[in-house]
């Protein structure tokens, strides 16, 4: 759905692409880490750092990496990349 309107989204492409590759990386990176706290709003306690880490990969990607990695058709990995994992165990 789209509800912003068409002049709003070109100024904030705009003022994204105005910014170094390095200023949009960190954008990125902290967006990202930010992601990631609030995966884990409702982590059961008691996990251990391994067990937090699958949490918060699930929570963001919507699988374990194990049915990620586990599979015979390719994964969309993001926009239009794809990844083959027939070959992986």
Known sequence: ?????????????RTIMARSEGERF???????????QLAKIGMPEGLSDLEQQAYVFERIYGETPENLIRTDKPTKVGPNRWMNTSSRQ
Do not use: G, N, Q, W
Request: charged share 35%.
């Open 26 to 36: 960190l954008m990125c990176a902290e967006m990202f880490e930010t992601s990631k």
């Open 1 to 13: 759905m789209e509800d912003t309107p068409r002049h709003i989204r070109e100024l904030v492409y």
